[in-house]
């Protein structure tokens, strides 16, 4: 990638729920742009796809029939208008480049195979990616230091000054589109899971025989001879625990200082199973 003990922050630094339905629009609810961005590293966007450009024009891959499958149909086709959009107007860019640039603006990531399909704008954000892993060491040191007795390894002012520097980094880039194209494609890309956990469309239509989220993705693409990035458990598992790390970080209501930034250490379980990904989809650069 170019990526419990009770404490007043447990309900806040919380998986994301899982979804329910399939694109029903939810109305506007405030998403974080890192969910998309971590789901879609998995290649989940292009094995649906795939798996819809067959549908509407062959029967190769999937059957279906109005007298036993109508309801199925009609999920696929709103799922479709959901996550693959045509722009409103001529003036509009192509959505999914927009998403792209987002990401690259938000935290100067691109997504494999996508990095030459948007418009690369120079004012991306180039102090992301260090300032995070700045964040995850310093609060390791303070986590560690919970079973010293001496010398102290955490710093909580650097660690401070660091998440008041992400807070206003981050604020200072969700301008324009990014709320809503996050916002829009939280919900979008949590109805394809909704499909991977559906055992009549999985099983019984694609013949898929895996049970997992992560595993069933990875047997789809290899049906459909699209990549699948083999460590998309790490990856969905990132999705939303950083999403709720940077919706915290990102609350207008806190103020950064060395108090509140030392009750993280009090969050290890969060951040080992964060770190844990993170190495995993990193190769240990981390």
Not at 20 to 27: D, I, K, L, R
Not at 80 to 87: E, G, I, L, Q, T
Not at 197 to 203: E, R, Y
Request: contains cysteine; hydrophobic residues 35%; negative net charge.
């Amino acid at each position: 990638m170019s990526i419990q003990r009770e404490s007043n922050l447990t309900s806040t630094f919380s998986t994301a729920p899982p979804a329910s339905c399939c694109c029903t629009n939810p109305g506007y609810i405030k998403r974080h742009l890192i969910y998309s961005y971590f789901v879609e590293s998995s290649g989940i966007v292009e094995v649906f796809r795939a798996l819809f450009a067959s549908y509407f024009t062959t029967d190769d891959i999937i059957k279906l029939n109005h007298q036993d499958d109508k309801e199925l149909i009609e999920r696929l086709k709103e799922v479709v208008a959901f996550v693959y959009p045509r722009s409103a107007s001529t003036i509009t860019p192509d959505l999914e480049e927009l998403r792209y640039n987002a990401y690259w603006r938000l935290f100067g990531y691109t997504i494999k195979g996508k990095e030459n399909k948007f418009v690369k704008v120079s004012s991306y954000n180039k102090e992301y990616n260090k300032l995070f892993e700045g964040i995850m060491y310093e609060t390791f040191q303070g986590i560690l230091d919970k079973g010293i007795t001496i010398e102290k390894l955490g710093n909580p002012a650097a660690l401070a000054e660091m998440l008041d520097n992400l807070q206003k980094l981050l604020h200072n880039r969700t301008y324009n589109e990014i709320e809503d194209i996050a916002s829009h494609y939280a919900v979008a890309f949590e109805s394809l899971f909704v499909l991977l956990d559906d055992d009549n469309l999985m099983q019984n239509r694609l013949n898929i025989r895996s049970v997992s989220r992560y595993q069933r993705l990875i047997e789809l693409g290899e049906k459909l001879k699209v990549p699948v990035a083999k460590e998309s458990l790490y990856l969905f598992n990132l999705a939303s625990r950083m999403e709720a790390f940077l919706t915290l970080v990102e609350n207008p209501t806190i103020t950064w200082d060395s108090t509140k930034a030392s009750e993280l250490f009090e969050e290890e379980d969060s951040f080992k199973e964060i770190s844990s990904a993170w190495y995993q989809i990193t190769g240990g650069t981390s």
